[in-house]
């Protein structure tokens, strides 16, 4: 059975930076599609940033520039490094991993099969 355990939330202020972390078992990121995404209070849960096993990362236009998606073969963990942090950024950040999913639905949640419980992450202005 698929686990995905994020890590690594926390409070900081505006400009700060937040390294998340989703240790994944039972799970191979071989020609599949792994993301981060973000759920606001009384908002849509949306893709932050997505990596494929074989190819790049993707972001969201509104963290280009400042956060990075990475993923550890040998862990097989997936990070997010999240930089100059802005109060918007605050929301539960959620791991997910997919199989066979299209680079153009890339940050489509239901085309997610396995999700992790949740990381808080708070950005106080």
């Known amino acids: 059975q698929v686990q995905l355990v994020e890590s690594g939330g926390g409070s900081v202020l505006a400009g700060g930076s937040i390294h998340l972390s989703c240790a994944a078992s039972?799970?191979?990121?071989?020609?599949?599609?792994m993301a981060w995404f973000r759920q606001a209070p009384g908002k849509e849960r949306e893709g932050v940033a997505a990596?494929?096993?074989?190819?790049?990362?993707t972001y969201a236009d509104s963290v280009k520039g400042r956060f990075t998606i990475s993923h550890d073969s040998a862990k097989n963990t997936l990070d997010l490094k999240m930089n100059d942090l802005k109060p918007e950024a605050t929301a539960m950040y959620y791991c997910?991993?997919?199989?066979?999913?299209?680079?153009?639905?890339?940050?489509?949640?239901?085309?997610?099969?396995?999700w992790g419980q949740g990381t808080q992450v708070t950005v106080s202005s």
């Open positions: 990596i494929e096993s074989f190819g790049g990362p």
């Open positions: 997910a991993a997919a199989v066979g999913v299209p680079s153009s639905r890339a940050f489509e949640k239901d085309e997610y099969a396995h």
């Open positions: 039972a799970y191979t990121f071989r020609g599949d599609y």
